[in-house]
């Protein structure tokens, strides 16, 4: 408990700046804050807790987003810097459309309904699915034996929507954390029964953790396909040229090393290359 404490309270803590982009390039006029004419960098917001997608090594953050935001940021020509907001804090900010502090969101991000009544998305650039976790005792087969089990989720996530739709609104045995973190260290702790989440992350804690014995199950009946987006505020002038960008990259051979890189497997980019 404590070395986690620790090192959970410095991913939290931690404002790590990434800054990169090789070429100082002008992002004046197309959304990104700041006023003048003068060279902009564009602001990210991510919640580094969701490994091996976004987290914190040391100060750093690092992930297959991380490494995806670099490769589309590139190629839209644009410098930027990414921070680490935690995840309600980067939604209340790109909810306020023109006054957010951030220019945009990458955090693994599904893009649904709900969220652009509120936001912008880009186009879509990884094709995900929620999946459960539990001990390896716990023989879980499918998301419906979870209705009466305790169940961790990170709130506001799909994966809260889903287990809420199962399990009831009111539940009190749906449990709800700030950051997907906690909500593996109370499965840790016996807390819950089970954490859903998304499929990369639950197979990653699988695999980093081989002595606790954990289990991962697939439940493609009541888990559906998602699709991450970047996440912009309503009427962002980026949405364009990142949406160029994210189009060229997620049909490269540098994508696919790159997921290969942080998920072990090359993907299967069939459906997500049909996207808009
Ligand atoms: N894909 C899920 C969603 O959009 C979970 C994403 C959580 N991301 C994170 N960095 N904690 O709701």
Redesign the pocket.
């Given at each position: 408990m404590g070395k986690r404490s620790w090192i959970l309270g410095a991913a939290v803590l931690v404002l790590a700046l990434t800054a990169c982009g090789d070429k100082g390039d002008e992002a004046s006029g197309d959304g990104s804050s700041g006023s003048g004419g003068e060279t902009k960098v564009v602001k990210i917001a991510?919640?580094?807790?969701?490994a091996p997608?976004?987290s914190m090594d040391k100060d750093k953050i690092v992930g297959l987003?991380v490494d995806f935001l670099d490769a589309v940021m590139k190629e839209a020509g644009l410098s930027y810097e990414l921070q680490n907001t935690g995840?309600d804090p980067l939604f209340a900010d790109l909810g306020k459309g023109e006054k957010s502090s951030f220019d945009a969101a990458i955090?693994?991000?599904?893009?649904?309904e709900d969220?652009q009544k509120t936001f912008d998305f880009s186009i879509p650039y990884f094709e995900?699915v929620?999946m459960i976790l539990t001990k390896e005792d716990a023989k879980v087969a499918d998301a419906l034996e979870l209705k009466d089990k305790k169940v961790a989720v990170?709130g506001?996530?799909?994966?809260?929507?889903l287990m809420k739709g199962i399990m009831g609104d009111s539940s009190t045995s749906l449990k709800r954390f700030d950051?997907?973190t906690l909500a593996l260290m109370e499965l840790d702790q016996g807390g819950v029964d089970a954490v859903v989440?998304?499929f990369a992350?639950v197979q990653a804690f699988v695999q980093n953790n081989p002595d606790m014995h954990y289990a991962a199950a697939y439940d493609k009946t009541n888990f559906a396909p998602?699709y991450?987006g970047i996440m912009l505020p309503k009427g962002s002038g980026l949405k364009p040229k990142i949406d160029a960008a994210v189009e060229k990259v997620r049909a490269s051979d540098e994508y696919k090393a790159m997921y290969k890189k942080w998920i072990g497997v090359e993907p299967d980019t069939t459906d997500l290359l049909k996207t808009k």
């Amino acid at each position: 408990m404590g070395k986690r404490s620790w090192i959970l309270g410095a991913a939290v803590l931690v404002l790590a700046l990434t800054a990169c982009g090789d070429k100082g390039d002008e992002a004046s006029g197309d959304g990104s804050s700041g006023s003048g004419g003068e060279t902009k960098v564009v602001k990210i917001a991510t919640d580094a807790s969701y490994a091996p997608m976004e987290s914190m090594d040391k100060d750093k953050i690092v992930g297959l987003d991380v490494d995806f935001l670099d490769a589309v940021m590139k190629e839209a020509g644009l410098s930027y810097e990414l921070q680490n907001t935690g995840w309600d804090p980067l939604f209340a900010d790109l909810g306020k459309g023109e006054k957010s502090s951030f220019d945009a969101a990458i955090s693994s991000i599904s893009i649904t309904e709900d969220r652009q009544k509120t936001f912008d998305f880009s186009i879509p650039y990884f094709e995900s699915v929620n999946m459960i976790l539990t001990k390896e005792d716990a023989k879980v087969a499918d998301a419906l034996e979870l209705k009466d089990k305790k169940v961790a989720v990170q709130g506001a996530t799909t994966a809260e929507d889903l287990m809420k739709g199962i399990m009831g609104d009111s539940s009190t045995s749906l449990k709800r954390f700030d950051s997907n973190t906690l909500a593996l260290m109370e499965l840790d702790q016996g807390g819950v029964d089970a954490v859903v989440a998304d499929f990369a992350v639950v197979q990653a804690f699988v695999q980093n953790n081989p002595d606790m014995h954990y289990a991962a199950a697939y439940d493609k009946t009541n888990f559906a396909p998602e699709y991450y987006g970047i996440m912009l505020p309503k009427g962002s002038g980026l949405k364009p040229k990142i949406d160029a960008a994210v189009e060229k990259v997620r049909a490269s051979d540098e994508y696919k090393a790159m997921y290969k890189k942080w998920i072990g497997v090359e993907p299967d980019t069939t459906d997500l290359l049909k996207t808009k």
